[in-house]
Each structure stands twice: as C-alpha cells, then as structure tokens.
C-alpha cells in the first residue's frame, strides 16, 4: 500500500457510491439457467488497484486440508463471524484490514446489497417464504433461519484457488439468498475466468 499515502483520502464513500451506480446502471438481468447479472469493472480504478494492494499474504490465510484451497474471512468492526477462517484476520496489517472493512461495509453492504435486493426482490421474497415454511414445519432449525428476517450482505471470504483446484456443479445454502461474486485477477491472470451456471435437471433438496 505505500503507492496509497493517504488511504483515508481514497476510501470515498460517495466517489465510489457514483462510480458503482453508474456500473449498476447497464447491466442486464438473465433468467436463463436461473436469474444472475454480470457487471464489468464495478469498482473504480483506483480503488480496485487499492484492493489489490491490500491483499493478504498467503501465510496470513488459515491452513486448509487441501493445499491448493484458502480462505479468509474477513472480521470488520461490529462484526462477529461465526467462522474458523476469520481466526488470522487481525493479523493482517491494520492499513490492509482498513480498505477491505471499507469494501464490506461500506461498498458491500451500503450499495452492492441493497441494489442486489432490488433487482432479485421477487426471487428474494420467494425463498423466504420456503424458510417460513421449513422452519413451520421444523426442518430449518438453526437460529438464523428464525424471524425477523433482515437480509444483509454478509461479510464474505477472501479466496485464493491454486493450480487443480476442482469445484464440482453445487447449490448454495438455503439461507444465502443472493450470491456476490467479485473477480480479482493479477496482471496475469485470465481475465475471461469464472464461474459457471448450471441448469438443474429437478428439484433441489433444501
């Protein structure tokens, strides 16, 4: 970070507000496998070159049981993650934890999430109505999925994938309503990378 003398100077909440809005403007929604939006280049330039720099380093990630698998859970300020992987996360130097607590707070939860809950409110409203009805029927049993509902973006994970890392085709939990995905390719990486999206030949088991 020391090409960022002045980081307070760079997290601008409103300047990046206005860069993302306008990114959030064009995108389209698809309905076909299932509803996704993909938004290019979401986050200003200067601020994406920040989160880059800001990075932790690998020995900062928790070990995990395939070598060629980390995560790191982020842990901002009044936040709580109830995660083994957020255990490292006050190692990372305070400046570096600095501009990742401002991307999940403030650019995460503050613009992403509640555009995100505009642009899937039917599918969003939809699942919620499944809670209900599981949780009714005693089959959704963990604390999260008891009432009030108040959807929020969490505060995801920093993940680093090495070379044959293999993800098989999965759902996601019942209690993740929408996913977020964010790229961070290096300068030499595949930029055209990512994930993708499967159609289910049935119903898929809660």
């Given amino acids: 970070l020391q090409r960022f003398p002045d980081i307070s100077a760079l997290l601008d909440i409103e300047r990046e507000q206005a860069h993302i809005r306008a990114r959030l403007a064009a995108p389209v929604r698809h309905d076909d496998p299932f509803p996704y939006v993909y938004v290019e280049d979401v986050l200003s330039p200067r601020f994406y070159e920040a989160l880059d ?29 109830a995660d083994k992987r957020a255990s490292t996360y ?58 009030p509902y108040q959807p929020q973006m969490n505060v995801g994970r920093l993940m680093m994938r090495g070379q044959g890392f293999k993800l098989r085709p999965h759902a996601h939990s019942l209690a993740y309503l929408v996913t977020a995905l964010y790229y961070f390719p290096d300068a030499h990486d595949d930029d055209e990378l990512g994930t993708t999206l499967y159609r289910t030949d049935g119903e898929l088991s809660a």
Avoid: C, H, S
């Fill in 90 to 147: 006050l190692q990372v130097a305070e400046p570096m934890r600095q501009v990742w607590d401002y991307f999940i707070l403030d650019v995460n939860r503050r613009i992403i999430g509640p555009w995100l809950l505009a642009i899937f409110g039917p599918e969003i409203d939809a699942r919620l109505r499944t809670v209900r009805e599981l949780r009714a029927q005693g089959r959704a049993v963990k604390d999260y999925y008891a009432e």
């Fill in 53 to 81: 720099a800001a990075w932790p380093d690998v020995a900062v990630f928790p070990p995990d049981e395939r070598p060629n698998r980390r995560d790191l859970v982020p842990q901002p300020p009044g936040t709580a993650p």
